[in-house]
């Protein structure tokens, strides 16, 4: 196996660490992410022929290339188990051709059916086996409790991801009352042995402003690991260890439209994403770095449009920006966290400039990047924006054109593609199935904007019988059986907190001890 390991984007770790300490650790030192210290490359050859391999060893060659402290052997059982029949397609991530030059990519065949679940099916495997790993190299005497502040969705995966992890337990806050009632029932509803969900008095906010001030109470963190030997983590989407799975499916995808005969080897694909956070897309560009033949990226925002200016100006500015409400949540964002990755590669790694601009980001709400930088990335990256109606409109579209429901995030993406897209062929990153977002498509297939009201026969359906309905007027793709079957399913957690410092940690300790 190659040996690499780790830096930090604001070059505080002085001594690389390998990938298990990366992945347990999170976020470096000094606030920077980590990243790999060699990028492996594959030859075109090597990219094509993963295609003759199942998905979870395609993934294994992948993590071996960069480089994992762990047994090949513990690599490959650990994605056999992340990557086998907890999807409900053999190939995990399909890819939906809608004509010659426009494949999707679907990432939601997994047990939430969304994209989180690439990534949350990996990591909690992979985070449970480096701590055993690091417990017996002596360096680490205690287990973990991942606390999470959802607005919904990552709530979700990360707890189907975590459950029965050896070493772990995870606790998830959601806002009471302030999810869909989908999300709800997927969570109250939620299997395994180490798992806690709470619902929180106040709204997305509180919750994470909550959690936060308990990571950050020194003295609690410590009377957790004298009474109960936790130490708490987020496990959140910075981690390098929800990165790299992503940039297996961009490699396999590729490999997949060649052995498909939809693509000849070498043939420029270009990428769309729906982006946030900006791990998806970042992914896509590791991957281009690593020898996919990849032409452009496409950023796609939504109304929050922050990442899209900045590709377009070099100003990443929110100073001045409201937080806009859309039908694509997973998207509204402003501070784009892993986009300080992109950043450290961009600059050829001065982490002295990245650490001057999340300065100036977190001191003056805005950064402006030099002109070489802009430059290159103007040669990866384009970007655009698509309001809401642009949404619900493109999934309409979609519909009537091809007989396939997108999911607002999707649509978003799709749209973007449409605008933006030169002579290469386009693979769109899908990122949920549209039973995730059944008011939206709903509203969308019948023309009813985000401001009326939904006629009472349907405003008084349940998320799953509203999701069946659609399903019997579009004939398109089933609802997942996950989603399907809500209804039915015992609620196992009804306990709602208020969102204070003092009450957040008293439930932490009481689920410790349980
Ligand atoms: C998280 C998420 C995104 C955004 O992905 P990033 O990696 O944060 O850019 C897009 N769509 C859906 C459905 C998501 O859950």
Request: glycine share 8%.
């Amino acid at each position: 196996m190659a040996e690499n390991n780790y830096v930090d984007t604001r070059g505080a770790v002085k001594e690389p660490v390998p990938f298990t300490e990366a992945v347990i650790e999170g976020l470096a030192p000094g606030g920077g992410l980590f990243v790999p210290q060699n990028i492996p490359t594959f030859s075109l050859d090597e990219i094509v022929s993963l295609a003759d391999v199942p998905y979870a060893q395609r993934a294994a060659r992948v993590y071996k290339a960069f480089g994992v402290d762990l047994p090949d052997e513990t690599v490959d059982a650990l994605m056999a188990q992340a990557y086998g029949d907890n999807f409900d397609d053999e190939a995990i991530c399909p890819i939906t051709s809608l004509d010659d030059k426009t494949h999707v990519l679907e990432l939601w065949h997994g047990p939430t059916s969304a994209f989180k679940d690439m990534a949350l099916q990996c990591l909690p495997r992979f985070f449970s086996a480096s701590a055993k790993e690091l417990r017996a190299r002596g360096k680490l005497d205690h287990e973990f409790l991942i606390l999470v502040a959802t607005s919904g969705d990552t709530g979700k995966a990360a707890l189907e991801g975590f459950k029965d992890q050896d070493g772990v337990k995870i606790a998830v806050m959601y806002p009471d009352g302030g999810v869909s009632d989908v999300q709800y029932k997927q969570m109250a509803t939620q299997a395994g042995d180490n798992v806690m969900v709470w619902g929180v008095r106040g709204n997305f906010d509180d919750c994470q402003t909550g959690a936060k001030a308990v990571f950050g109470d020194a003295a609690f963190n410590e009377r957790l690991m004298a009474e109960q030997k936790v130490a708490l983590s987020s496990a959140n989407s910075i981690n390098w260890g929800r990165l790299l799975p992503q940039v297996v499916y961009y490699l396999s995808s590729y490999a997949q439209l060649v052995a498909d005969g939809k693509l000849a080897a070498g043939q420029e694909l270009d990428v769309c994403v729906p982006t946030g956070n900006f791990g998806n897309i970042l992914a896509a560009y590791y991957a281009k770095r690593m020898g996919a033949p990849i032409g452009m990226l496409l950023c796609a925002s939504n109304e929050n449009r922050v990442l899209t200016d900045f590709i377009n100006t070099g100003v990443y500015d929110i100073s001045d920006r409201e937080f806009v409400l859309t039908p694509s949540p997973s998207m509204d964002i402003l501070v784009s966290s892993n986009l300080e990755r992109q950043l450290f590669e961009l600059t050829g790694r001065d982490s002295q400039a990245v650490a001057q601009w999340m300065d100036d980001l977190k001191r003056e709400k805005r950064f402006r990047v030099d002109a070489g930088t802009f430059e290159k990335m103007r040669a990866l990256y384009a970007s655009d924006s698509v309001d809401s109606a642009a949404c619900l409109d493109t999934i309409k579209r979609t519909y009537e054109r091809t007989g396939y429901l997108l999911d607002p995030h999707t649509a978003v993406a799709f749209e973007v593609a449409e605008r933006l897209r030169g002579e290469n062929p386009v693979l769109v990153a899908s990122t949920a199935h549209w039973a995730k977002f059944g008011e939206a498509v709903y509203r969308a297939l019948y023309g009813i904007g985000l401001d009326e009201g939904l006629p009472a026969e349907v405003a008084a359906l349940t998320g799953c019988e509203l999701n069946a309905l659609i399903e019997r007027e579009t004939g398109a793709a089933p609802v997942p059986a996950g989603l399907a079957r809500l209804d039915e399913m015992p609620v196992r957690f009804t306990e709602v907190i208020d969102g204070t410092v003092d009450a957040i940690e008293g439930a932490v300790l009481s689920f410790c001890a349980s």
